[in-house]
């Protein structure tokens, strides 16, 4: 098989700007070379199969000269392996992608380009900066701003001036001051409205605004380090009335998210839409029990239940694997009737074409034993983790109700210890911490370390169960109006 080569846009750093046709490149990747700029969210796609290659660059320093990084996906795509070269922003705007094409073009290398979403545009656009505007001007000008050590800038100013359009200049944080003076002996007028956005698109973002004159000294003053991008021009003015994303509710806040990764990305999506910016920590992980004789023995005998019951999607999967190397479907389910904790699990049920008959009002095991609609002497059978909450059987003992409980996969605690997520807490990096049930407290407190200091966080609970557990490490905690993602999400733009 021969090897191929896919240059992919990542887009300027916030992960909901990555094509789509960019994202499955990634996913189907067999060797994903990439750079400083990429996202973490970006990088966190990459297949665990894939060999990752990281020749990330910084001003004045390369970690991997560019003549190597040309040399590695000429060497890997000739192994025949596919080969993702993965860039921040766009791979032929300023990025060197058709350098990188030269060599495999010599060599017969078959490639691929997956335009990104440059950040010339979608940075100014998250400062509320329109880069065009028919008042304003007619032209759009993306220029390097970038100089080699002991060199000037290779920049005409005179003609840039005569175009009396958008300036927009990238990677020139150093060389701002020369770009404004240069800008000034040409003929602009210094009151001319100017603007850098450093780390745009992120959370982290800032925009300082100011005039051709001006702009220099005040992005010193702010110690505006890079990636920034400087723009001049009269629609810099419209920044304060367009400045749409720092308006949102969660810019500027860190929220941890510690769902097992298979389930993290719905609620930090929703956070990252209110401008958070989200570390996904997975510390728990779910892993089915397989072979698993008592869900076999149970579901040999299935007649004999009048209700099937689950605490989370993990059972409703768990269930589905076994009907399907059993060679069955969801008809073998035929005439029991379906109990859900909460809204997530009756989704997971209702993607296997499944609705459930039965969802209590509170989302916990202790209401869903209590409000089960079942009677005394009929046989439940319950398909959850190895260690679930006694509230559910005891609620349905107390009911004499029999039931079978049978652990279909177990919770395990994902990571090993962090110390940066330690002195994240120390430092007071993070804003808040998100659970979604007890068991993603017990990991985070097993991967930060039952001793760390937990008074400077806040604990944002799905339930009070979940709550409870919390409280016990000392962790401040906000309970959720109701036992959703999206209430979860509401709670956050809330409180903090």
Not at 183 to 200: F, H, N, Q, R, W
Not at 326 to 334: E, F, I, P, S, V
Not at 448 to 458: M, Q, Y
């Amino acid at each position: 098989m021969s090897g191929r080569v896919i240059l992919v846009g990542a887009g300027p750093g916030d992960p909901g700007l990555l094509t789509v046709k960019g994202r499955r490149a990634i996913l189907e990747a067999q060797v994903v070379v990439y750079d400083r700029l990429v996202s973490p969210d970006i990088l966190a796609l990459i297949p665990e199969r894939a060999e990752k290659i990281d020749v990330g660059k910084e001003a004045a320093r390369h970690k991997v000269p560019q003549e190597e990084i040309n040399r590695i996906l000429l060497g890997k795509a000739q192994e025949g392996k596919v080969v993702v070269r993965l860039k921040g922003g766009d791979p032929f705007l300023f990025g060197r992608g058709g350098e990188e094409l030269e060599l495999l073009e010599e060599h017969g290398i078959p490639f691929q380009e997956v335009p990104g979403i440059t950040s010339a545009i979608a940075v100014p656009a998250y400062g509320g900066i329109p880069v065009t505007h028919r008042d304003f001007c007619s032209s759009l000008h993306i220029v390097t701003g970038h100089q080699r050590a002991g060199k000037q800038l290779d920049i005409d100013f005179e003609a840039l001036v005569r175009t009396k359009g958008t300036l927009v200049f990238l990677m020139g944080v150093s060389s701002l001051p020369d770009i404004c003076a240069g800008l000034m002996a040409a003929g602009m007028d210094g009151d001319t409205p100017a603007s850098i956005v450093e780390k745009g698109t992120t959370s982290a973002q800032r925009r300082v605004d100011g005039t051709v004159a001006t702009l220099a000294a005040l992005a010193k003053e702010h110690h505006i380090t890079s990636p920034a991008i400087s723009v001049v021009g009269k629609v810099c003015a419209l920044a304060q009335r367009f400045d749409w994303f720092d308006r949102l509710p969660l810019k500027g806040k860190t929220i941890l998210v510690t769902r097992p990764k298979d389930r993290a990305g719905t609620l930090s999506d929703k956070l990252r839409a209110l401008g958070a910016e989200v570390w996904e920590y997975p510390c728990i992980e779910t892993m089915p029990i397989a072979p698993c004789p008592a869900m076999e023995e149970a579901l040999s005998h299935l007649a004999d239940y009048r209700w099937l019951v689950f605490t989370s999607p993990a059972g409703v999967w768990a269930l589905r694997d076994e009907l399907d190397r059993q060679g069955k479907d969801a008809r073998a389910l035929y005439g029991v009737k379906l109990a859900a904790i909460g809204s997530g699990t009756a989704k997971g049920l209702k993607a296997l074409g499944l609705k459930a008959d039965y969802v209590p009002q509170v989302y916990d095991a202790r209401h869903l034993g209590e409000g089960l609609p079942a009677q005394a002497g009929e046989q439940v059978l319950i398909l959850r983790a190895e260690l679930g909450s006694a509230d559910l059987t005891a609620a349905l003992a107390g009911r004499s109700i029999t039931y079978n409980d049978v652990a279909v996969y177990s919770t395990r605690y994902e990571n090993p210890r962090s110390e940066a997520l330690r002195q994240a807490l120390g430092e007071g990096t993070l804003s808040a911490v998100t659970f979604t049930s007890a068991s993603t407290v017990k990991g985070f407190v097993s991967t930060v370390g039952a001793d760390a200091d937990f008074s400077r966080i806040t604990g944002l609970c799905i339930g009070e169960q979940t709550a409870a557990e919390a409280r016990k490490y000392g962790i401040a905690v906000e309970v959720a109006s109701a036992a959703t993602i999206d209430a979860l999400t509401a709670l956050a733009a809330e409180v903090l």
